[in-house]
Every structure is written in structure tokens, then in C-alpha cells.
């Protein structure tokens, strides 16, 4: 029983490149989430999802895209990286109130 | 309306001393308030968590204290080791609402020998 994964752990983009990445959870949870964490800021969700072929804006959604075609999987895109997005983004799943966050990936735009 | 507070930003505890952290919300729809502890590499974990029905809970040397009235509610971790140095942040959410948890901006606690 792995939990929640995510992949990549690290990657460094340039300006102007996307990316895909990949959250998954064995856990057969309903709701999964796309997080940022950034210095003094907290926790803010990009996008979340209630379940397989349903995704939804959160609080920070701009320059993001997101789909989970899988129950299991969710997956954070990013079209033209930009420096802005340069942070620690933490995929999560729910069943309930409690929600399991994976390892991070952190993405540095150059 | 959506917003938590969190403080202190940081802060340096003794091995056994008490460490407190508070925290502060608007939306009286919230009914459920947890807390994460997440370790440096770390993705977050939930270490305790507390409803709006009582004004207190304790699991070992962590205790949730919830002051309804004033929208407060605060973590005190007793006895505080060197394995407690982390960041931890407190959240808000709604029990029927999976997806409207929000965070504070977390504190980072350092617990010194």
C-alpha cells in the first residue's frame, strides 16, 4: 500500500516549457488535490477533483491545467512554465475529512 | 472570510518545555479543524484533529484547545522533543465539504536540547 505517490520528486524548467505531473493513490479515494507550498504562504490548492472525470478551480488555478481520466491518478499541468511557478506542489486524496498528502515535487523555472 | 491565521511564524522551544500555536478563522460554517505536522522533505500528515462540539482534545502529548465564540483555537504540545521540529499547520474545513479545507501559513517549530 503505497498512498500517494508523486512523479517527478525534482525538475528544472526554462521559461516557456511545460510539464505534466503525476500524482496517484491506492487508496481508492474520491477526491484528490493539487496543492502549492511556498514560503510563508501555507498550503494553497491549484485544483481539486470529486471524483474520475471531474476536475475543479481552486484558489490559485491560473497558468494550470488539470485531469483525472483515472480514479486513481491526477494529473497537474502546466503549459508555459513562468518563474511565479517556481514551488513545492503536494498532491493529496480524501475519502473524507482527512486528507494524505504525497512526497512533493519540486519544480524550479528558470 | 476564508482565510486562517496562524502564529507565531517560527518558533525555538527547549526540550521540555510547551509549545503553543494558535490559530484564528472567520467562517463560522467551518466545522472541522485540523492539524498537520509535515517533517523537512516531507509531504503533510494529519496529526490531530477536533470538531466544534468540544472545547478540548488530547491524543498523547498533543492537545487541541477550541474556543467556539472567539473563532480560536490552538495546538499545545507538552513536553516538547527534538523529534518535534517540524512545521505545522492548522486548517479549517466543512465535514460536508471534502474540498473546502483551508490552510494556515504554518509554523515552524524548532525544539532545542
Known amino acids: 500500500n503505497a498512498g500517494v505517490t508523486q512523479t517527478p520528486k525534482f525538475r528544472v524548467l526554462k521559461t516557456g516549457q511545460s510539464m505534466t505531473l503525476l500524482c496517484a493513490q491506492d487508496?481508492?479515494?474520491?477526491?484528490m488535490y493539487w496543492y502549492r507550498q511556498d514560503p510563508g504562504m501555507g498550503l494553497r490548492l491549484i485544483h481539486y477533483?470529486?471524483?474520475?472525470?471531474?476536475?475543479a478551480k481552486g484558489e490559485v488555478p491560473d497558468g494550470y491545467n488539470v485531469s483525472r481520466l483515472k480514479k486513481q491518478n491526477f494529473l497537474l499541468g502546466l503549459e508555459s512554465a513562468a518563474p511565479s511557478q517556481t514551488s513545492v506542489y503536494f498532491c493529496?486524496?480524501?475519502?473524507?475529512?482527512?486528507?494524505?498528502f504525497g512526497p512533493g515535487t519540486r519544480l524550479t523555472v528558470t | 472570510q476564508q482565510q486562517v491565521k496562524q502564529s507565531p511564524q517560527s518558533l525555538i522551544v527547549q526540550k521540555g518545555g510547551i509549545s503553543i500555536i494558535n490559530c484564528a478563522y472567520e467562517n463560522t460554517a467551518f466545522d472541522y479543524f485540523p492539524w498537520y505536522q509535515q517533517f523537512p522533505g516531507k509531504g503533510p500528515a494529519l496529526l490531530i484533529a477536533i470538531r466544534p462540539d468540544v472545547s478540548e482534545k488530547k491524543e498523547g502529548r498533543f492537545t487541541i484547545s477550541f474556543n467556539k465564540s472567539a473563532k480560536q483555537f490552538s495546538l499545545h504540545i507538552m513536553d516538547s522533543q527534538p523529534g518535534d521540529s517540524a512545521t505545522y499547520f492548522c486548517a479549517a474545513g466543512m465535514k460536508t465539504s471534502y474540498d473546502k479545507v483551508i490552510f494556515g501559513p504554518g509554523t515552524s517549530l524548532s525544539v532545542i536540547p
Open positions: 477533483s470529486v471524483g474520475e472525470g471531474t476536475t
Open positions: 487508496m481508492n479515494h474520491e477526491y
Open positions: 493529496a486524496s480524501s475519502l473524507r475529512s482527512t486528507q494524505y
